[in-house]
């Protein structure tokens, strides 16, 4: 019997009431027991080193893990800076980690991207190109960089995430990829308001003038393969700054949104409207081409927009002029198109506005010639082509030449002399008014000092001012410019400024009367009662003239309600202390009429044409003789037609 069994062996034998020393064959017995025994020890050796290693592989882990926390939360606080997250997916692109900070960061929560993988459907959704960049990434074991995908959040709103990772090998072996993340919603959303705003009008919301060319073009190009024809509608409101003069511009947006409201709802799906920009809106049709179909269309455009309606309280109606062009018939390219459409556009508002036409032979004729002309235009001034002739005007009570009106001709090398009516329309479109108009201030101021150098006596002269003028930025340096260079006297220069020109834009054209004026310059309004101006905003104005229009001096005296005019015109400007002009006195009966109604000067064929230079300086130089030109008329007042 061994000396020390294994306590647990003894313990055993004890439970079974075994002695060494009860058994028979004890030797052997106890040979066996010593074996068992020494089993025991050895298992309880092994145990022990087992259990030991243990130990030590689990103060080993307690050791890293406490490495890893601290680098996680080194990781953490670092990305706690930034807007980003961690994560890491499984070889199928599932994730299997996400770190807190997603839910931090942004209103997803964690477990919504937990087990799922990218894709263009499902719940964390890909752009399909973008998929497939991504799926080509990953099946080449590259870097990705900037996928963006959509997942809902807590609240079920679509937030935008944007991953970058790379890919994670065990052993050499690809275990999935790992990357950071980071919630994009809010640049997406600017991004798409940036490309909005650059395709789509703020106002209206409709499609804008880019968006719409672009469109145009691949119209076009699909009509050219398809063989098929489409229409432009291009409308413009008339009018409208009217509304926004006298309502305010928010009135005015608001017009804007309801006039593109009802437009939309009028067309068909199919029908792309645009804004350009201002007053201006453009369909563009795909449907039947034939002119029966189009003006059909135009009508219900006109009569959707003078529907009635209501601004700030006030009810308002507004009317469009609409020109329509039709491809290929009137153009083969989008610019063309759009020409043609607006040239249509033109002629309808010149026959009245509210009204549609349609591109013809005959505008494309004219546009042509007016490109030519232009092109002329554009060096007559450097060609010494454009001269200044000079009408008198007289004081009604003496026949006095007391000033003339400078009124600018184009001496066209082929077409001879051209009267203003032919081309400062076009100089206006153009612009080429501007340079234009400096130089006939110039030419004007010059002249004026010729005269007075050669002794004649000095008398005011007025030049015309363009709508172009006013807007611009050039006039007051342009006529103190033209004042300086010549010398001449401010209070001998006039400007006349159409009714209408200050009826555009009146607080510009107040702005640039008041410099004027404050020069010493006399400041008159031509053609006055077709301009629509109202008594408030003449008193405004620092205008000491009214120039009659002669639409209403033409019929007089037959006309009453010519008459009632002029006599009205006569007495408000009066009554505001200016004087008052008459123009295109044709006849002894007008003439008569006229100085009877207690009008100041008087111009027309009656007194004298406008003249070139030279003759102008004959009639400065002999007053008399120029009188005598008109001595059918004594200057007294006797014998008038009573028309007062
Ligand atoms: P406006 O300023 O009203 O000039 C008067 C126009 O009436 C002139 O036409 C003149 O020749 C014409 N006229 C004068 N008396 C009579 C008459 O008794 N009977 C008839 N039938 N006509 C008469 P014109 O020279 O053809 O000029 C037309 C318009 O062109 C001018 O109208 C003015 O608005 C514009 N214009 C002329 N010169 C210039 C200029 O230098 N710059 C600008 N921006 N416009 C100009
Ligand atoms: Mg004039
Ligand atoms: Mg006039």
């Known amino acids: 019997m061994p000396d020390s069994l294994h306590p647990l062996l003894a313990r055993q034998l004890r439970k079974l009431e075994l002695s060494a020393a009860a058994t028979p064959a ?83 929560k964690v477990d919504a991207l937990m087990g799922q993988a990218c894709g263009v459907d499902g719940p964390l959704r890909v752009g399909a190109e973008e998929f497939l960049s991504l799926r080509d990434s990953v099946a080449r074991r590259r870097r990705f960089y900037h996928v963006n995908f959509q997942v809902e959040s807590a609240s079920g709103a679509v937030q935008q995430m944007s991953i970058s990772g ?47 060319m672009e469109e145009l073009s691949r119209t076009l190009v699909r009509s050219e393969r398809y063989d098929r024809r489409f229409a432009l509608f291009f409308i413009d409101l008339d009018r409208f700054k009217l509304v926004n003069d006298n309502l305010g511009h928010l009135a005015g947006d608001a017009l804007l949104k309801t006039i593109g409201l009802r437009l939309k709802k009028l067309l068909r799906d199919a029908d792309l409207l645009a804004r350009l920009g201002g007053d201006e809106f453009v369909v563009l049709s795909e449907g039947c081409c034939d002119p029966g179909a189009l003006a059909k269309i135009a009508s219900r455009l006109l ?110 090398p082929v077409r001879g002399l051209l009267a203003p009516g032919v081309f400062v329309e076009l100089a206006e479109e153009s612009g080429l008014i501007v340079p234009i108009g400096r130089w006939v201030l110039h030419e004007a101021c010059a002249q004026m000092m010729r005269w007075q150098a050669e002794g004649r006596a000095p008398v005011r002269c007025a030049v015309n001012i363009s709508v172009r003028q006013i807007a611009g930025d050039s006039l007051l340096a342009d006529v103190q410019s033209a004042l300086r260079s010549s010398g001449l006297d401010p209070a001998l220069l ?32 031509d053609d006055f009662g077709t301009g629509h101006s109202s008594l408030a905003y003449l008193k405004k104005f620092p205008v000491r003239t009214l120039k009659i229009d002669r639409s209403f001096v033409m019929d007089l005296p ?45 111009q027309g064929y009656l007194f004298g044409r406008p003249v070139a230079a030279d003759t102008m300086a004959q009639w400065l130089g002999d007053s008399d003789g120029f009188r005598r030109l008109h001595a059918r008329h004594p200057w007294a007042l006797s014998g008038f037609v009573d028309c007062a």
């Open 26 to 108: 004890s030797q052997a017995f106890g040979l066996l027991l010593a074996h068992v025994s020494r089993a025991y020890a050895d298992f309880d050796q092994e145990r022990y080193l087992l259990d030991r290693s243990q130990d030590i592989a689990s103060s080993e882990m307690a050791v890293l893990n406490t490495a890893l926390r601290e680098s996680q939360a080194q990781l953490s606080s670092l990305l706690s800076l930034s807007s980003d997250w961690i994560w890491e997916q499984d070889t199928q692109g599932r994730f299997t980690f996400v770190s807190q900070e997603l839910e931090v960061r942004s209103d997803v």
């Open 494 to 525: 006039e400007v006349e400024v159409t009714e209408s020109m200050l009826m555009a834009d009146p607080r510009q054209a107040e702005v640039v009367l008041d410099e004027l004026a404050a020069l010493g310059i006399h400041v008159s309004i």
């Open 558 to 602: 037959g006309d009453h309600e010519n008459l009632a005019i002029a006599r009205a015109v006569i007495a408000m400007g009066h009554s505001l202390g200016m004087d008052i002009v008459a123009e295109g006195v044709e006849t002894n009966e007008q003439y008569d009429c006229l100085v009877n109604l207690g009008c100041d000067v008087l």
């Open 303 to 412: 009569s959707a927009i003078r529907e009635p309606m209501d601004l700030d309280g006030r009810r308002i109606e507004i009317s469009a002029s609409v020109g329509i062009a039709v491809y290929p018939d009137n153009g083969g390219d989008a610019l063309g198109l759009m020409q043609a459409a607006d040239a249509a556009m033109y002629q309808a508002k010149g026959r009245g506005k509210n009204t549609f036409e349609f591109f013809t032979l005959e505008l494309a004729q004219r546009a042509a010639r007016h490109f030519a002309l232009e092109g002329e235009l554009r060096l007559a001034a450097d060609r010494g082509q454009l001269q200044l002739h000079y009408q008198p005007k007289v004081e009604a009570s003496t026949g006095a030449l007391i000033g003339m009106e400078a009124l600018l001709r184009w001496n066209h």
């Open 166 to 212: 790379e890919p994670l090998f065990v052993d050499g072996v690809f275990a999935g990829y790992r990357g950071v993340g980071s919630d994009v919603t809010v640049a997406v959303a600017a991004a798409r308001r940036i490309e909005e705003l650059a395709r789509f009008d703020g106002l209206t919301g409709l499609v804008n003038r880019n968006m719409f």
